[in-house]
């Protein structure tokens, strides 16, 4: 019998000193030694606080006697008789004062708080040992803050201290993921942060911040497709360019064989193949020294194979120097600086920057063609297309004349 009072009032005692110990200090902690006077003491307390996403908790505080003797083990079976038999005998007065806990964390935070629903339960459990657990459970309603979907833990409980035989765990729905934790916890997990004593947190401790896990997922996954986006439509857009410059090379190609071809890079630029249908009435205009004329037919299939040699290549691998150069190529080996930023959307400072570093390597050359800047690959031969290329006036002349401006 002396024994299960010896339990019994250690049970009661563990419950007033977490809830007085919380309203002296403003932290609900559990003072070291509180049992020391009692010949027992239990061998765990664990404090287990479920923050709710509208700031209400639900806490659980075990208090855990190791069963090690048979006097030990019927003395907690006539305490949990006890506890069956009238719980409120218990709960009442852990309410109570786990409401004056309640309230005087409410003056300090300003925030309206109450404990409601407490219960009491006694168990044994194996963990592996026996144990005697007696279990006071309660809610706390408007225990944390919420701001913007956060959840903020800790301010009504704070300055809290765990001696070397408590544990507190914090933990939080499965929607929602760890922001911070302060001071660093024993152990984190994926939904929870334990600290395990001792430990005696100061003044703004212990502080723990959750918050949706979609609030994280959701920025990420839009810059995601954002990025896919962008690229498929970049890959696109500079494909055209390439495609175009195979076709035009294939078509000069025919032509520097003395064989008469309509590119379409002549087209846009106002130049005109020889007519190979001879529409002055003379045969000699679209015919070759052999007297045959060449079909439209016999032109796209040459332009088309000359196409379909051209190896393969991948865009993104090119650097912009690499880029330009192609461009440039595919126009024939001369085109304006302000039509490379507009074929590959470019701002005019990047090309500028680019087109600079080329004809510092010796890659890229430049004459001013009037107000404008145009480039030409090295040993391009601006009089076979009827100007000499030069930065004079006659030459800005004829080559404004070529470019059917």
């Known amino acids: 019998m002396q024994r299960r009072v010896v339990l019994l009032v250690v049970a009661l005692v563990a419950a007033v000193a977490l809830?007085?110990?919380?309203a002296a200090q403003g932290g609900g902690g559990l003072p070291a030694g509180g049992f020391d006077q009692l010949d027992v003491s239990p061998d765990d307390i664990l404090i287990e606080v479920g923050v709710q996403p509208d700031g209400d908790a639900v806490w659980e505080t075990q208090y855990r006697v190791r069963l090690a003797s048979d006097d030990e083990e019927q003395a907690f079976e006539e305490l949990r008789a006890d506890v069956?038999?009238?719980p409120s005998a218990y709960s009442a007065r852990f309410g109570e004062r786990m409401r004056a806990t309640a309230g005087a964390a409410e003056n300090a935070t300003g925030r309206e708080m109450n404990v409601t629903n407490v219960t009491v339960a006694a168990e044994r459990r194996e963990l592996p040992q026996s144990y005697g657990v007696v279990t006071y459970r309660f809610e706390w309603e408007g225990f944390a803050a919420v701001e913007d979907d956060r959840i903020l833990v800790g301010d009504a409980v704070d300055a809290l201290f765990l001696d070397?035989?408590?544990s507190l765990i914090v933990t939080w729905p499965e929607e929602y993921r760890l922001g911070d934790a302060s001071p660093s916890p024993t152990e984190a997990r994926e939904n929870a942060v334990v600290w395990r004593g001792p430990v005696d947190?100061?003044?703004?401790?212990?502080?723990v911040t959750v918050e949706p896990a979609s609030r994280s997922v959701g920025p990420l996954l839009l810059v995601a497709i954002g990025l896919v986006v962008a690229v498929v439509a970049a890959v696109g857009y500079r494909r055209r360019p390439w495609?175009?410059?195979?076709?035009?090379r294939g078509a000069g190609a025919t032509a520097a064989a003395g064989e008469p071809a309509?590119?379409?890079a002549g087209a846009a630029e106002g130049e005109t193949a020889s007519d190979p249908t001879g529409a002055s009435g003379e045969p000699g205009a679209g015919a070759s020294e052999g007297g045959t004329v060449e079909t439209d037919t016999e032109a796209g299939?040459?332009?088309s194979d000359a196409s379909d040699e051209a190896a393969p290549v991948d865009e993104d691998l090119l650097s912009n120097e690499e880029q330009v150069l192609r461009l440039v190529e595919s126009e024939g080996g001369r085109m304006k600086?302000?039509?490379v930023a507009e074929e590959l959307d470019w701002t005019a400072a990047k090309t500028s920057q680019v087109v600079t570093g080329l004809r510092d390597d010796g890659d890229l050359e430049g004459f001013r063609l009037g107000r404008e800047n145009v480039l030409s690959l090295p040993g391009y031969d601006a009089a076979a297309e009827g100007g000499d290329g030069g930065d004079d006036a006659d030459g800005d002349d004829t080559a404004e004349s070529d470019e059917g401006e």
Do not use: I, L, Y
């Not at 809830?19 to 919380?22: L, P, R, V």
């Open 19 to 22: 809830a007085t110990g919380g």
């Open 84 to 86: 069956e038999s009238d």
């Open 164 to 166: 070397e035989a408590s």
């Open 201 to 207: 947190f100061t003044e703004g401790q212990p502080r």
């Open 243 to 248: 495609d175009r410059g195979d076709a035009e």
């Open 262 to 264: 309509t590119t379409s």
């Open 301 to 303: 299939e040459t332009e």
């Open 337 to 339: 600086q302000k039509r």
